[in-house]
């Protein structure tokens, strides 16, 4: 089969006849339909951060598909969605729901083999079943880019009606945190440097928006009602993280999303005096899926905007640059 390979000198190579996968008991093979292009692979590829399969490896966490192969539950032909990550049900993490932090979980393109490839094998017990009112290139921005959001917003943060938000990076994931924030009817308040995604976030819900390199944050918060209830941080900066933790007044909680390894400078006088929180937010629970799904298909969570480009596996690196340019929010892969 065709895919897109990362190669040990960390470049991303077409591989022609890259072997295709052999599902095992219990795995069904899925045709790609389409892979959505994470910050995560550039992670993989850029920063140096290390795949837990040794390269070479194919990259792509974001998939939907159609199912390949008759497997217990599903059949040939099936559409289904597939999570990014695929959890062992049995450690104490999954038994108490909380999956997404799976001691042996395992991750397409990062622990095995991805999406950005014509097919790919999976547990069956992970894969979930698509209603045919919403595409596949949908789908593959359900995977990750909605699916993360809405833990963060629903299960780690728990955002009440009554509260306000901040949103700092309004960028493929983000964009969707402000989304998913409005919708649950909190006041949010997007932030980013980008004008035009602050234009976005604005139309998916946001009731304020502000650039900080344009407009002083500490007043502009001054002068519409003060600290915030909840920080989602979408970016993965230390001098953000720092930033939306002054955000929070008594009782707010700061939910972390973004990725950096660097460390962050934290005066835990407020932390102790206003009893605020900070918190980590990965990723989300099988259990979610089924109601992200409605909110898709029901279009309370709008996806129109949200793929930019489409590209051919041939093109992949093409994709890659526009996201290290930050010039879009979610492009995705169609291999076929
Ligand atoms: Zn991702
Ligand atoms: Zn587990």
Redesign the pocket.
Known sequence: MKAAVLTESGKIVIDENYPTPRPEENEILVKVAACGVCHTDLHYIDHGVPTFKKPPVILGHEASGVVAGDGNSFKEGDRVLLPPVF?????K??LSGR?NI???MVMPGNSIDGAFAQYIKVPEKDVIAMPDEISLEEGCIIADAVSTPYHAVVNRAKVRPEERVIVFGCGGVGINVVQIAALSGVQVIACDINNDKLQLAKELGAALTVNPNETNLKEFLKQNGGPVDVAFEVIGKPETIEAAFKTLGKAGRLCVVGYTNQNITINPAKIMFYEQEIFGSIGCRPDDFPGILELVRDKKINLDKLIANKYKLDDINLAFDELRASSVLRNIIIPA
Do not use: I, Q
């Open positions: 959890t062992c049900g049995k450690c993490f999954c999956e799976c001691r042996n």
